[in-house]
């Protein structure tokens, strides 16, 4: 600290608070600690009583909170990213640019907030997130920091800590297997959960088949949701390992990579992932026809977004992967896939 004239303090930074009294009218702050003095303040400054002033002193070795918050937001701002308008008291907020998924590169993040004094919070990676929505906020912790410092956090951080992955507008094809519905003995309740779940992201049902029990009819049908243009494939029902399900058997008969057939998730866990080529194909088990939440919301964004799912990132899921069926359900505000 250093003691000034405040005539003389235009440029410089309060190290206290300077409150203001006026009898019977007010009693608060009226500069903050941090405050960089304008040549407007100094009559202010004057007025209160205030001929003198502690201050901080910067060299070039030393950079003020509000510069360092720039560089923060330089390092965390990547793709679908924007930054808050105001940086205020050295803090920067980042908002998400359009709807999608939101990916935090946590390495990076451990790695930027074990420097120290470097304060870098988020939301979860893959979540799923709105077109203005904040999902981050940044600040270095002391008033003045060393410069040193901030040139290491750029140095870490090669790549932006955060982006958001859009979602793209796909052609979506259902497939309801199961004789009992083929055959009109009971309703359809698959097909309006799953038609709901895609059109909640602009994706479009651009056909809906039913088939029986049957290994070619299932994979008939989805040859022809293909041929009409399907970029993804969705299979409802048949998906246990009772001798009569033979949806997952289809689906691999199918060709293509199989990701997974079962997953760490409750509910969800007799769910199928397989792509042929670069089309996504989901087997559904009974649960996302009645339970608020389960697997199917946890990939489907991701997919949507355009992220091809990998069999450890299915995995990953068991962290965070059982759902407390809330009687009133706050996803994604919850534990749930985190």
Known sequence: MKLIKTIEAKGHILCHDITKIIPGEFKGVAFKKGHIVREEDIEELLNIGKEHLYIYEINENKIHENDAAIILGRIGAGKNIILGKEIKEGKIDFFAKEDGILKVDKELLFNLNMLGEISFATLPTNYPVKKGEKIAGARVIPLIIDKKKMEMAEEITINKILSVNSYKKLKV?????????????????????????????????????????????IKNCARKLLKMGAEMLVFTGGMSVDPDDLTPSAIMEMGGELVTYGSPVLPGSMFLLSYLGDIPMMGLPGCVMYAKKTVFDLILPRVLSGEKITLREIMMLGDGGLCQSCSICHYPNCSFGK
């Open 173 to 217: 094809g259902i497939i309801i297997t199961g004789g009992e519905v083929y055959e009109g003995r009971i309703e359809d309740k698959f097909g309006p959960v799953i038609k709901e779940k895609i059109e909640a992201y602009s994706s479009e049902i651009i056909g809906q088949l039913r088939s029986k029990d049957e290994k070619d009819m």
